[in-house]
């Protein structure tokens, strides 16, 4: 029986046979890719390119740009890929005006910090220079400004540490519909109870004590408005809000001075007495 000739299935169909190559063409520049990404990877990571060249900072306002840079402990030339995120963070955080701290690594060389600052509620007048309070109730002893601030009420009086600490705590409970009405608050040491007297923007005088500050000004909003601005005279933010007017107590000073001034009538007995006297 004669041999037949075998003939395979690319001759038959050369299209199928096209097809093949052109997916082993492609199968090669895929492996060719992949071999020379991992090649500049490593020439990436073994070079100076993958170190740390620009430190980046954002957010910050009062905590200088190197304090910051200075406490994250980052420092250029350091590969960027050793840079702890987590522990520079924990770190920044230890910045008494640090609330949050976000630290990002930026290809190929950056490392961003973004830094939210606690608010400054107020500020305390001290020997001519202003002490900053934060939100959480922290007083900045070592940090005071020199220059009148505008962005929080000023603090005058307070010349006890123990006193201005428990204010401070206070403020930090108030909400910040209140706290941005306050102008200055005046420490009265001549009276008893820590009692207080505020100025507030909207032209109101207030009178209040440290204790239980917070509680006794929430309410302060909704009395307010109920006051008619063209009545002088101040407002008792107490256990028992009240307001005494000005003229109110003008009159019953007058009152009190008239009845000094008045000569008083002898009585039946001094008279009895003096004329047995002359007898």
């Known amino acids: 029986m004669p041999d037949k000739k075998v003939v395979t299935i690319d001759d038959r169909i050369p299209a199928l046979k096209e097809k093949r190559k052109k997916k082993s ?22 070079s100076p390119l993958s170190h740390v060249r620009h430190i980046q900072v954002d957010g910050n306002v009062h905590v200088s740009e190197g304090e910051i840079i200075s406490m994250s402990e980052v420092e250029k030339g350091t590969s960027l890929w050793n840079v702890d995120t987590g522990a520079i963070e924990s770190r920044l955080k ?37 002490t900053p309070i934060l939100k959480n109730g922290e007083v900045l002893y070592d940090n005071p400004v ?29 909400g910040e519909g209140v706290l941005n009405r306050i102008s200055e608050v005046f420490y009265n040491s001549e009276e008893e109870g820590d009692a207080l007297h505020l100025y507030m923007n909207d032209g109101i005088e207030v009178a209040s004590t440290i204790n239980n500050f917070a509680s006794y000004m929430s309410s302060y909003p909704s009395i307010a408005r109920e006051i008619d601005p063209q009545n002088q005279g101040v407002l008792h933010m107490k256990m028992s809000p009240y307001f005494e007017s000005a003229e109110e107590t003008e009159e019953s000073t ?6 000094t001034e008045q000569p008083q009538e002898p009585s039946l007995e001094t008279n009895e007495e003096e004329n047995l006297e002359e007898e």
Not at 153 to 167: D, G, M, Y
Not at 254 to 259: D, F, P
């Open 25 to 46: 063409n492609r199968r090669l520049i895929m492996y060719l890719s992949i071999f020379f990404i991992l090649i500049l990877l490593v020439v990436y990571f073994q």
């Open 254 to 259: 007058e009152e009190s001075i008239e009845n």
């Open 146 to 174: 020199s220059v009148l601030p505008a962005d929080a009420p000023v603090l005058k009086n307070f010349e006890e540490n123990r006193q201005l600490e428990a204010f401070a705590e206070e403020l930090s409970q108030l």
């Open 94 to 130: 230890e910045i008494i005006e640090v609330e949050e701290a976000f630290v990002s690594r930026s290809f190929p060389s950056t490392v961003s910090i973004n830094i939210e600052e606690y608010k400054r509620m107020a500020y305390v007048e001290i020997q001519d220079k202003y």
